[in-house]
Nanobody, 124 residues
Framework: QVQLGESGGGSVQAGGSLRLSCAAS?????????TGWFRQAPGKEREFVAA????????YYADSVKGRFTISRDNAKNMVYLQMNSLKSEDTAVYYCAADEALRSLRVGVAAYWGQGAQVTVSS
């Protein structure tokens, strides 16, 4: 089992920045898991935001966040991050950290482990 916990959410004005953090605990093999971020806005389905292979060789972003968001991780600390810059009101959502052995699974919204979510609110 892997437990994931997000932090760093909050409220920010449009154009501002936030960094979400995701702490992983449990299985010692987490460092070999692909990790990703998803979000769900009110009244909408959960959508893919970004994903990264365990070694950082492959990263993927939704078109809507490309160039503004950056996914990273620190395997030594079992931490995953999402740096969000130039935030827009349409970025308002609950953001979820996720992990899976297969990066291809994350890219289609399937993950073995999910965090509880962190609210991000962007006001215009």
């Amino acid at each position: 089992q892997v437990q994931l916990g997000e932090s760093g959410g909050g409220s920010v004005q449009a154009g501002g920045s936030l960094r979400l953090s995701c702490a992983a605990s449990g299985r010692s093999t987490f460092s070999t898991y692909a990790t990703g971020w998803f979000r769900q806005a009110p009244g909408k389905e959960r959508e893919f935001v970004a994903a990264r292979s365990w070694n950082g060789i492959s990263t993927y972003y939704a078109d809507s966040v490309k160039g503004r968001f950056t996914i990273s991780r620190d395997n030594a600390k079992n931490m995953v991050y999402l740096q969000m810059n130039s935030l827009k009101s349409e970025d308002t959502a609950v953001y979820y950290c996720a992990a899976d052995e297969a990066l291809r699974s994350l890219r289609v919204g399937v993950a073995a482990y999910w965090g509880q979510g962190a609210q991000v609110t962007v006001s215009s």
